[in-house]
């Protein structure tokens, strides 16, 4: 029996897909579906600035991790209007060491997450985050494959 589930997200659609299969598993044990955004302000600070330095880093990371939370609470709202137990939680981190520190604290006992769907090439080169949680979690990881675009998708 799965008491906590992680699910990390960063955002995008794609890694939302494991969201149905957290609920699908959350929903007949009564667990609680743990929600969590790891936000890496070394990574976020330089991308699209528009403005010249010097900026206000501390003003720019309070609103990434502003946004994060508005993010959750709406994913939450969702899944609680189906009966399940959600918590959120945003994390100042870099989304590995925050996913593992978080399941090792609150002892997890799944972590639900998609995978990017790196290439083996780009995989080999970085490393995919899924591949590194899949090695040091504490506990099970299910990994959902996001569905491969057909020819059709991506001719529209």
């Not at 936000?39 to 900026?55: A, C, Y």
């Not at 981190?93 to 997450?113: G, S």
């Not at 780009?122 to 979690?137: E, K, P, V, Y």
Request: net charge negative; glycine share 6%; aromatic share 4%.
């Amino acid at each position: 029996m799965y008491r906590k589930i992680l699910v990390p997200l960063d955002g995008s659609p794609k890694s939302e897909q494991s969201l149905p299969v957290a609920q699908q598993l959350a929903e007949p044990m009564g667990s609680e579906v743990c929600l969590l955004v790891a936000v890496d302000l070394g990574k976020v600070l330089f991308v699209d600035r528009t403005d010249k330095l010097p900026t206000d880093f501390e003003r720019l990371g309070e609103q990434q991790l502003g946004e994060a939370q508005k993010y959750l609470k709406e994913i939450q709202q969702r899944l609680q209007g189906s009966g399940i137990k959600v918590s959120i939680h945003v994390e100042q981190a870099d989304p590995r060491d925050a996913i593992i520190q978080f399941a090792k604290e609150e002892k997890v006992d799944l972590v639900v997450m998609t995978s990017a769907g790196k290439s083996n090439w780009m995989r080999w080169i970085s490393g995919s985050i899924a591949d590194q949680i899949l090695r040091s979690a504490p506990c099970p990881v299910l990994v959902v494959r996001p569905p491969v675009p057909t020819e059709e998708a991506e001719a529209s």
